[in-house]
């Protein structure tokens, strides 16, 4: 279909979130809902973890080759790091947020916040406005990217 990847959609098993910042940032200021977690500075040597250890570490099975996976960080920074390093270690269809939870409006339990680093005293949330998803774009950047049905697929496996 009309985004260049044709019925290959099918190939790709499941679609996740994985988020990579720290777990003080996911603490303090919120994740999104089904998000999964990898910290960035312990990436890499995650994707090399036999399956069951990685289950053991991380709490969820391990993304398999043939995933999609969506790296979020604060920013963008740091989950354009990790598409890459996931990339490198043999995933095929790594995407970026670039937004990433900086620029998620669409619930106040996610707050945005300045970049800082580890040993720095955490700063306040900056205040923000929640907004509305323009739905129709939305749908059709998912068509575009050959994620719709993948996506849709997904959500009818979870309520069966």
């Given at each position: 279909?009309?985004?260049g ?15 990579v ?14 998000a ?13 973890l ?9 709490h ?27 990339l ?14 900086y ?20 700063p ?13 774009a ?23």
């Amino acid at each position: 279909s009309g985004s260049g990847s044709g019925s290959s959609h099918r190939a790709w098993r499941k679609l996740s979130l994985c988020d990579v910042r720290r777990h003080d940032e996911r603490i303090l200021y919120g994740t999104v809902p089904g998000a999964l977690h990898v910290p960035a500075d312990e990436l890499a040597s995650a994707l090399q973890l036999p399956p069951d250890q990685f289950k053991r570490r991380y709490h969820f099975d391990q993304p398999a080759g043939n995933d999609v996976l969506i790296m979020q960080s604060r920013g963008s920074s740091r989950a354009v790091w990790a598409a890459q390093l996931a990339l490198d270690a043999g995933w095929k269809r790594v995407l970026v947020s670039l937004d990433g939870t900086y620029g998620w409006r669409l619930s106040p339990a996610i707050q945005a916040y300045p970049a800082y680093q580890q040993c720095e005293a955490p700063p306040d949330p900056e205040p923000f406005s929640t907004t509305l998803p323009d739905v129709v774009a939305g749908l059709a950047e998912l068509q575009q990217l050959g994620l719709l049905d993948l996506l849709t697929h997904q959500q009818q496996q979870r309520h069966q």
